[in-house]
Each structure stands twice: as structure tokens, then as C-alpha cells.
């Protein structure tokens, strides 16, 4: 077991063993090291009106083990476990329980009073056994020790040094609380507010905000999680559910849990993971994605981005599916418009097109890149010695890192597995919301086969005037002008445009598309035929398509995500 074990005793020289019960922490989470370390002592102080007082002094040893726990993570918090042996019940505060730090040699009453502690009332319990936890504070040096208070007998069964955590966990024998180092009060509500005195506040370079990891008793239905004023609508999976704290508003809050009957089995702030800070050799891009459902990248605060032109994500559910957010079209085409014409565009594919043969071009709004088509862009561009630009090459490098693309010893690029999405903050909040469905989509096609079979079942068997009219649009349309002699592709931007909005709105959808003036000018024939019909063929074919991806990932047409701001 990776932490720092501290075993304890009391007064009267009773050894508690420590056991490791708290498997609510993955030891992958922590930066692992095990010792064994010798007791420390306890000096008892009894207070008339407040009940006893327990002081535990770590020993030099210890201190030692604890600042070198401290120095490496960045974080620590010291969780200990408690067991109520008989409450007195005279006084409302007979049942009150204190727990906290003290940084004297000598502590006494007087020294502690006023310093932050973390309360608890013990009739609750029952007689059973609980975990508090409380974090240090980052820039202060390390506690001597720490302190329980309490009018009622207790027995300390344990206490270990562990990575930094705020919230609580219900998923093993012992329920856990965990508090950030201004304290606190054990009242069912998880409280962030003190948490930058642990954690990063902001994103850079020196560090990342903490992550919220959310797990649920149930695996069906929804739930509303609330940080601060801002509301989380939740749809529960067999997974627990990543919040990076750098997507919310209020971060550090009051964290309210409208839904009494499914408050989550465990809530829990942590550190975010140290491989996110890496960088490109150049020192000024961000190689690692964060992991996230897509549903927060719409309003992700650019201030918490971790480079300058653009920020990387992967999708949680779908490993290898990266989403690029990129600050503006012209940065976005610096990345992906060659591409979008090497691999999609009617008489330009299998070409690279030169600056020169680009400049006035429009590529796309958004972008979706397989990795096959990615791995033979960059092959090319090598056996040809094409000058790529900057953004391309850094594109190379993040593929390549996130095993998108593989590069040889001798430079050959090959297909790893995953793809690239992207789409640009300049894009306006209805179409971002659109886009990152509707790339998204594509991203769970590029990876799935399952998914691209349902898709041509669909294809094969959907009205053929239908198809005829979606198939001249992406034909004629200058902003797409796809390959329509491209199956592939042709199924792929099918299925896209059927789920990038809800059903409900899917047949409008395309009689709006069909009287469109170039749509009138250039297809007039097939888009009469969608008004007259009132684009039924359209949402028969997204409601077959809806009802598979909700099935199999609990996702709907429109809706790639499974939080909902």
C-alpha cells in the first residue's frame, strides 16, 4: 500500500496496528512509497467543560517521512480513523467531536484555541467506525501533530498519510470525510471552499486545478450536482464521472446535491494528474490531453487553458479521441486545412496543396480526422519532403505522443488508433454545441465498427430520393464540395448530420436546408422532393439511429455528452 503508514498510541501505551481499509484511494493515484515508522505518544489534557483533549506528536522520524511525502506530491492530507465507545449525551456538545492540527513542541488548550478545525457529531455513528481526513495547508510548514477533543471516549484505530483529497466516500466499510485545511463541519454538504489553500486555483505551467471524480450508487438514471450557483445535470454511467475544477464557474464552493434520494456514493477533489504538464520540446505547447466528457468543453473559461492558441482534450469514454479547441478559424486552419483537402475535398484528395494553392480556400468550420488518413497525410508529407508549417508539426507531435499516429526509427508514420475533432472558439455558442456533437459522432464512427455497420444498414435502406437530395447538397454546397464517390465518407456525413441535432428537430432541419437559395439553384429537383415530404425519410432514419445510441451508450441525437450545464 503506497502511503505513509503511522502507527499510533495512546496514553496509556495501547497499540493500535494500522490496517489498510481505505481503498477508496487507487494506489496509481499517489506517488508511492511505504514505511514503517515508529509510534508516536499522546499527552492527555482533561477540560471540564469541553471534555478531553488528545495530543499526538509526530516524531522527528515521521516529520521527516511526511515533509518528504509533502515536498514530492505537492499535497498531503492526514486521514484518521475513529471509533465512539460510549457518548455521553448531558450536553449537545457531549456528542461533538474535534479533530485538527497543532505546530508546538509543547501544545497546550490555549494554543490551539481558534485554529481550524474539523467537527463531527458522533450519535450519528451508532458506535461505528468513521474516517475524517484533513489536508495541509500548501506554504506552511508541517504540523507537529494533530488533536482529537472530545467529551465522549473514542479510540483512534488508525491514521495514515495520504495525497490530498476534499469530499466524501461511502464506497468502502468505513464511511470517509474529507476536509480542506480551513476546516470544516461534517453536515452531509461537501465543502470546497478552502481548497486553493491545498490546490492550484488556476491552470499553468507550475501546476493544474484538481479534479472532481463523482461515483454513483446506481448506474441508470440522472443526477444534479450543484458547485456554487452553477447547476451539473449528471446522466449516471458504469463509470465514475471526471469534472476538472478548470471547466467550472465556482470551483471552490459549497458543493448541493438538489436530488436528496441519489446523493453519489463518493465525491472526491483531488490532484489532477502531473502528466498534463507536459510540454512540447519547445517548451510552449501542450502535449497531454485531459480527459473529459465533452459536454464541458463547450464552455470550458479559456483563461484556464493551458497554452495559448488552442486546448486538448480526449474523450473519457472514448480513448484515443482527441478534441482540439482551437482560439480562432485562421489558428484552426493553420492545423487542419490542408488536411481537409488531402482527405475530403472533390479534386484535391491524396494531393498536398502548397500555401500558395490553399491561400483563399476554405477548409472547414470544424474538423474530424481518422487515424489512417491522419498517418497517410504525414507519411506523405515525408517521403515527399513537403514543407508542413508549425501547427502542422506540432500536430504531428500531440498525434503521435497520444498514440493517434506512430513514428518508426526511420520516420515512417503508421496509423496508431484514436482520431483528431476540432473546433474553434470563434464559432458561436449554437454551433459549437452543434459541432462538438456532430464531430463527436464522427469520432465514435472512426473507432467503432459495430456503430459504422448500423450506420450502413440505415444508408442502404433509407428513402433513395432522400438520399439522392443530402448527396447533391454535399456535392454542390462550396463550403463542403465532398467526394460524393467516397462510401465511406458519404455514410459517415449521413449518419453526422441525421444525429447532430435532437430528432424532434431533424425533419425541419432539412426542409430549411432544402430551401436554401443554393440548395433552390444547384439540387432544385431532390429538394423539392424533402419539402414536399417534409423531410420524413430524414427523421425516420435519425430515429433508428437515435434509438441504437441510446442503447448502447446512453447518448441521443444531439447530444454527445453526458453533462449537461
Known sequence: MCTVHLFIRFFKKTIFAFSCVFLFFSCSRKSGFHLSI???????????AAGTVRFFTFTKEQSGAIATFFEKNGDASLLVQITPLKVRQKLPADEELSFGFFYQDAPSLGEIAGVPVVTDKLLKYAGSSFALAFCFEKGKSIPNGFFIKSASKVRVESAQILRAFVGHDFSGDVPVFAFAPNGGVNNGTDDFRGASLAFNSTNSRE?????????????NGSQKIAFGGEVLFIRRNERPVEIPTAALKSPFS???YPDEEAYPISVLLTASDKNLLTFAQSGKNVLSPIKIDPGLIMNWPRNNWRGNDYELFEWDRFPGVLFFDISTYDVQDEFFRRLAFFVEKAGFKGRLLTDSELKGKHGYNAHDYKADDLARFFEKARREQFPLNEKELLLKEILAANGVIQISANGEVTAGAGAAISISQESPMYLRTTFIAHEGWHGI????????????SIYYTIDPQTLAYLRRYF????????DVNDDYLMKNEFMAYLLQRPVSQTAQYFVDMAKREH????????????????????????RLLDEYVSDRWNLNAGRVWLITR
Open 207 to 219: 501546476g493544474l486545478m484538481p479534479t472532481i471524480t463523482v461515483k454513483f450508487r446506481e448506474t
Open 254 to 256: 459549497l458543493v448541493r
Open 38 to 48: 515508529p509510534d508516536f505518544y499522546a499527552a492527555e489534557v482533561s477540560e471540564s
Open 445 to 456: 464512427f472512426f473507432i467503432d465498427e459495430d456503430f459504422r455497420n448500423t450506420v450502413a
Open 475 to 482: 456535392q454542390v454546397t462550396p463550403t463542403l464540395n465532398y
Open 519 to 542: 440548395s433552390q439553384q444547384l439540387a432544385k429537383r431532390q429538394a423539392d422532393y424533402i419539402i414536399e415530404t417534409g423531410g420524413s425519410g430524414f427523421e425516420g432514419a435519425a
